[in-house]
Every structure is written in C-alpha cells, then in structure tokens.
C-alpha cells in the first residue's frame, strides 16, 4: 500500500465498524415498517463497499464469502415471507424488517462482489 493510501486505509478501519454499529441500531430501535430493514441494509452494504474499495475484491470475498452471502441471500427470503403473511402476529413486522435486512445486505454484496470483480481497475495483482 502506498504512503498516500494510509489515511484512507485508517479511515476506512475506524469508520466501518461504526457504520455497521448504526445500521444494527436502526435496524433495532427503528418501529417496524417504512422499510427500515432496507435502509439498514443499505447502510450496512455501504460499509461492505467501503472495504472492498480500500482492500480489494479478494479481501471483500474473504470478508463474506459468496457461499456465506448466498445462504443468508435464502434464509432472509423466509422471514420476509413470514412478515408480509403475518404468521408471527405481533412481532411479524420486526421479523419481516430482520428478513429484509439480511436480504438486502447479502443481495447488495453479491452484486458489488461481481462488479468489483470484473473492473479491471479494482482487480488485485495490478501494479500501482
């Protein structure tokens, strides 16, 4: 890593830990409903992005594996399901948003994974 990348590097250490502590926050002290599991999700992907960007795409699949991601990707289909049927009664919203969060955060990762992973700027290996 370059001497001109250094700050970037501890800004991206100090600052990514926050971001996913604020996107969990909201996704806990949020009321249900208005899609608060999708904006948390977003935030959460952010940071994700954020670290791939600063450490590359190989570190971003070692970060979260797209094993891993696809897993998460189906398992919060069902509590989406669940919500949007209210099967959990009081606490099917809050199921629903948790459903939404994880779809959002795994489905954005995977899309940036491939984009990250096809740009010939972002590739590892590449002398800079």
């Known amino acids: 890593m370059r001497p001109s990348h250094l ?3 501890a800004a991206v250490r100090l600052y990514a830990p926050l971001i996913v502590l604020l996107a969990l926050t909201m996704l806990v002290l949020r009321a249900p409903g208005g899609g608060v599991g999708f904006v948390g999700g977003i935030v959460f992907a952010m940071a994700l992005v954020a670290h791939a960007l600063v450490f590359g795409a190989a ?15 189906a398992s919060g289909l069902i ?4 919500g949007a049927l209210g099967v959990g009664g009081a606490l099917a919203p809050r199921i629903g948003e948790a459903g939404l969060f994880l779809v959002t955060v795994s489905g954005l990762h995977l899309v940036f994974a491939v984009l990250f992973g096809r740009a010939p700027t972002l590739r590892d290996g590449d002398a800079s």
Do not use: G, M, Y
């Open 7 to 9: 700050s970037l590097l």
């Open 79 to 82: 509590p989406v399901v669940v």
């Open 59 to 73: 570190e971003a699949r070692k970060a979260l594996p797209p094993t891993i991601a696809r897993a998460l990707l």
